[in-house]
């Protein structure tokens, strides 16, 4: 059974750093692209970032490039976002996505997604 864990969430103020995780289990990582996406309440679900199978290509979401940072390390089979710069923004519950080799910004091209984990900016 393919399983995406993220964890790594929480209650943090504006401008401060968090890096979520997320492990994946019961199938082949080194040939999946990796996209983390977020949802905040009453919001539809969005994009965030995601890199390619090898983390050789990584797109941006505007809100978030310069301040956030994928990356993936497929011997732990984990992905990773570093999120710095906090802003209330940001608060959503963050999911993480897996597909075939190439990342997507769509997200109905994604085949197996995490519960998500909660992050909270306070102002």
């Known amino acids: 059974q393919v399983q995406l864990v993220e964890s790594g969430g929480g209650l943090v103020q504006a401008g401060a750093s968090l890096r979520l995780s997320c492990s994946a289990s019961?199938?082949?990582?080194?040939?999946?692209?990796m996209g983390w996406f977020r949802q905040a309440p009453g919001k539809e679900r969005e994009f965030v970032t995601g890199?390619?199978?090898?983390?050789?290509?990584?797109n941006y979401a505007d809100s978030v490039r310069g301040r956030f940072t994928i990356s993936r390390d497929n011997a732990k089979n984990s992905v990773y976002l570093q999120m710095n710069s906090l802003k209330p923004e940001d608060t959503a519950v963050y999911y993480c996505?897996?597909?075939?080799?190439?990342?997507?910004?769509?997200?109905?091209?994604?085949?197996?997604w995490g519960q998500g984990t909660q992050v909270t900016v306070s102002s």
């Open positions: 996505a897996a597909r075939p080799w190439i990342v997507s910004t769509d997200t109905s091209l994604y085949d197996y």
């Open positions: 890199t390619n199978w090898n983390g050789g290509s990584t």
């Open positions: 019961g199938l082949p990582f080194n040939t999946r692209a």
